[in-house]
């Protein structure tokens, strides 16, 4: 399984940005997606997770209301909307496939999530 994140760049604080996953497997639609985000010098945090049926969400605290996750299985890929953007948004951001299929809650658990992309950096400037 392979993850593929892009859509990372540099933007002006208030900005918007759209990340995007795309998974190499046909059973992506099984599975539910996440997020996550590592500044430097600091640990990896969860930013964002979707059901593998895109029924349920679930946000860290620092990004609700700027941020939107969404899925599309027909293209096996999850994308992020960020906006407003902060500059303490700074970070690599890392996305995330669940271990389990169908699983029927939407995890914020690192451990949970076994398939990991290679990370986009995004860069807020003040």
């Known amino acids: 399984v392979q993850l593929q994140a892009s859509g990372g760049g540099l933007v002006q604080a208030g900005g918007s940005l759209r990340l995007s996953c795309a998974a190499s497997?046909?059973?992506?639609?099984?599975?539910?997606m996440g997020w996550f985000r590592q500044a430097p010098g600091k640990e990896r945090d969860f930013v964002a997770a979707?059901?593998?049926?895109?029924?349920?969400?679930a946000y860290a605290d620092s990004v609700k209301g700027r941020f939107t996750i969404s899925r599309d299985n027909a293209k096996d890929t999850v994308y992020l909307q960020m906006n407003s953007l902060k500059p303490e948004d700074t970070a690599v951001y890392y996305c995330?496939?669940?271990?389990?299929?169908?699983?029927?809650?939407?995890?914020?658990?690192?451990?949970?999530?076994?398939?990991w992309g290679q990370g986009t950096q995004v860069t807020v400037s003040s």
């Open positions: 497997r046909r059973t992506f639609s099984g599975y539910a």
């Open positions: 979707i059901k593998w049926n895109g029924g349920s969400t």
């Open positions: 995330a496939a669940d271990s389990v299929l169908l699983r029927t809650v939407v995890t914020s658990t690192a451990h949970a999530y076994n398939y």
